[in-house]
């Protein structure tokens, strides 16, 4: 039986990243381990947020997640263990090889951060314009020494 520890954050874009691996013939008998992955929270919500809430939130957005993913994965729910991802993922998965007899295969199903593409570095760059740090001190520098010129004339 073959296992896919799939990562999440997003339905939509997990149905997209999964359609090409439901369409084998073997997806019937595979083992799916859904890991959500929570949205990050800021540190400053400790102010605000207990521990507990914050994990009854995760919790809760974790289990809306999986009830949008499980009825699109062959064998339904009981060929389905769900994770929800409280630390790094890289510990994450090797926990989650170890436990399973024979390797997993790992698929990252989340949304990518950034839909923009990236810049070509071997393209040229346009010319800085503005402010300089040499020629701006250099310019304090020539000022303040005129003044002191100016006061020992005096």
Sequence with gaps: MD????????????????????ARESAAQTRWVLVA??????????????????E???TKWADKLFAQIVPLLPGGAAAVSTVIAKGPLAELTEQLQAQSAEPAQVLDARR???DTVAPDATAPRPPRSGWTPVRNTLGSLLAGCSALW????E
């Design 3 to 22: 296992i896919v520890i799939v990562y999440v954050d997003d339905a939509d874009h997990a149905q997209h990243v999964l359609a090409p691996l439901l």
């Design 37 to 54: 992955c929570a949205p990050r929270m800021t540190h400053r919500i400790s102010k605000w947020v207990s521990h507990s809430a914050r």
């Design 56 to 58: 009854n939130w995760r």
């Design 112 to 114: 990518p951060k950034v």
């Design 150 to 153: 100016v006061l020992a004339a």
